[in-house]
């Protein structure tokens, strides 16, 4: 998936820019690749663990950890405002996780 002023190829670009944003958004402690490492856009020699970018349709999926005391619906309201700019499709967010309190986020690594 391409969004539309970026040229074909740009999957790279694209997850990298969704993955910043939303580790931008105030409450997400983290991205999350799923259960067994699914949800990931793979490029050459990295990926970019919880995004999925692809080519088959328009939709962008993102896996996240929230914060303890982040409120959760307006958390994934603020996500996909914040990645909704950056795609042509729909913004599909799955919060995989809680970060317990004070725990430091680990899964801010994205390749």
Do not use: C, Q
Not at 45 to 66: F, K, L, M, S, Y
Not at 74 to 102: C, F, K, Q, S, W
């Amino acid at each position: 998936m391409t969004a539309p002023d970026r040229p074909g190829g740009e999957d790279r670009a694209l997850a990298d820019d969704v993955a910043a944003a939303v580790l931008g958004v105030p409450g997400v402690a983290g991205l999350h690749a799923g259960l067994f490492g699914e949800v990931a856009t793979y490029l050459p020699g990295r990926r970019v663990r919880g995004v999925r970018v692809g080519p088959e349709d328009d939709a962008v999926a993102v896996h996240v950890v929230v914060e303890w005391d982040a409120p959760v619906p307006a958390t994934v309201d603020a996500i996909r405002t914040a990645v909704a700019g950056l795609v042509a499709g729909t913004v599909h967010v799955t919060v995989e996780d809680v970060a317990a309190p004070g725990e430091a986020a680990t899964t801010r690594r994205n390749s």
